[in-house]
C-alpha cells in the first residue's frame, strides 16, 4: 500500500510540473509621450493623454503610455530629432522650427492658400496619405498631420495696414510667415511657443506672429493687447513615433496604435485645433483692453501681393514643388466642394 501511495504521489507531482500554478503576467512595455507644450495644454489634455489612454485600454495591458508635457525630454526646436535617436518614443511638434528637413510638408503653411485648420490639415493629411510627402518621413512613424490655425499680429500697438508694420520686431516660428514680415517692412525673429511670451514681456520684441490656439495655451493675451486677424499662414504640427519603438512592441499593442492613429486621431486633432481657435479668439475678446480687427479687404490684396513671391520662392526650392502645390490646391477645391 506504501507504495502504491508513493508511486501515485510521483505520478501527481510531475503532472503538477508540467502546469505550473500561475504563470506571470509580461510587464507593459512602456512609451515615452514628449509634449513640449505646457501640460495645462489642451494638446497635452484633450488630445495626446487621452489618446493614450485609449491605446493602453485597448492594447489590452500590453503597453503603457507616459506623457512627459513640458520641456522634459525636449523642447519645439530638438524633439524631432530626439524622437529619432529614441530619447523619447513618441512625440508632438510644430514643423516650423525645423527648418528645410520638411520643406514639403510646408505646403500647408503656405500664406493665403487655405481658410483655415480643417481645410489645410485634411488637405495635407491627403497629401500624406497619396505619398507625395513620404520621403520626409523615412525616419519615423507617422500617428498624425495636422495644423493650427493662421497667424494673426499680436501685439502692444495697433496693427492695420502694412505702414503699421515697419520697424517692428516679430517673433514666428515659420520660415514662410518670417518671409511675409520682411516683405511687409517688419523685422522677423525665429522663435519656438515657448519662447513667446518672454520675447515681449522683456521688450525683445514687439509682438507675435500666431494663431489663437497659442493665444490660449501660452498665455500670450497677458502680454498682448492688440491683435489683427489674417489668411497669412498656418502652423503644421505632427504627432511622430520611433520606428524601433513600434518594431519592439507586441502584436496586441501595434494593433492598437494601428486603430487610433491615422485618419481617426488626425480628426481628434484637427477638432481640437479647430475649437481651440474659437475658445481663444472668444477668451481674449471679453478681456479689459483688448481690440480684435480683421484684416481689411484692401490690405488683404496688399498682403496677398506681398506673398506670392514666396510662395514662388517655395515651388522652386522644394523637390517636386509645383506638383505638391498643384495637388494641395486640389484638394482644397473638393474640400470647398464638400468632397
Do not use: C
Not at 96 to 118: I, M, N, S, W
Not at 198 to 212: E, K
Not at 263 to 275: A, G, H, N, Q, Y
Request: without cysteine.
Amino acid at each position: 500500500m506504501r507504495g502504491k501511495i508513493l508511486t501515485f504521489i510521483l505520478a501527481a507531482t510531475a503532472a503538477l510540473a508540467l502546469f505550473p500554478a500561475s504563470v506571470p503576467a509580461a510587464s507593459p512595455v512602456e512609451l515615452k509621450f514628449a509634449v513640449p507644450a505646457p501640460p495645462s495644454s489642451p494638446v497635452n489634455l484633450r488630445g495626446v493623454t487621452p489618446w493614450g489612454k485609449k491605446v493602453e485600454q485597448d492594447a489590452k495591458g500590453t503597453v503603457s503610455v507616459k506623457v512627459f508635457a513640458g520641456a522634459t525630454l525636449g523642447n519645439f526646436s530638438n524633439i524631432y530629432e530626439r524622437t529619432v535617436a529614441g530619447v523619447t518614443d513618441m512625440a508632438f511638434g510644430i514643423f516650423g522650427p525645423l527648418g528645410t528637413e520638411f520643406r514639403k510638408v510646408q505646403v500647408a503653411a503656405l500664406p493665403f492658400e487655405a481658410k483655415d485648420t480643417v481645410e489645410a490639415g485634411t488637405a495635407l493629411w491627403r497629401l500624406h496619405e497619396s505619398g507625395l510627402l513620404a520621403d520626409e518621413f523615412s525616419k519615423v512613424k507617422v500617428l498624425a498631420l495636422f495644423a493650427f490655425p493662421h497667424a494673426g499680429i499680436h501685439a502692444n500697438k495697433p496693427v492695420r495696414k502694412v505702414e503699421d508694420l515697419k520697424g517692428m520686431k516679430i517673433v514666428t516660428s515659420t520660415r514662410s510667415m518670417g518671409q511675409l514680415i520682411t516683405a511687409l517692412g517688419g523685422s522677423p525673429m525665429s522663435s519656438t511657443p515657448t519662447e513667446y511670451y518672454m520675447s515681449v514681456s522683456r521688450g525683445v520684441a514687439d509682438g507675435i506672429a500666431v494663431g489663437w490656439s497659442a493665444v490660449k495655451s501660452f498665455k500670450l493675451y497677458e502680454v498682448t493687447k492688440f491683435h489683427l486677424e489674417t489668411e497669412s499662414g498656418l502652423f503644421t504640427a505632427y504627432l511622430l513615433m520611433n520606428k524601433n519603438s513600434y518594431a519592439r512592441l507586441p502584436g496586441a499593442a501595434k494593433q492598437a496604435i494601428e486603430r487610433h492613429s491615422g485618419k481617426p486621431l488626425f480628426d481628434e486633432m484637427s477638432r481640437i485645433t479647430d475649437r481651440l481657435e474659437t475658445e481663444g479668439r472668444a477668451e481674449t475678446a471679453v478681456l479689459p483692453g483688448h481690440t480684435i480687427v480683421p484684416l481689411a479687404p484692401d490690405e488683404a490684396a496688399r498682403w496677398q501681393a506681398a506673398a506670392k513671391p514666396i510662395v514662388d520662392e517655395w515651388v522652386r526650392r522644394t523637390p517636386n514643388g509645383a506638383k505638391i502645390l498643384a495637388a494641395f490646391r486640389k484638394e482644397i477645391e473638393k474640400i470647398r466642394a464638400g468632397k
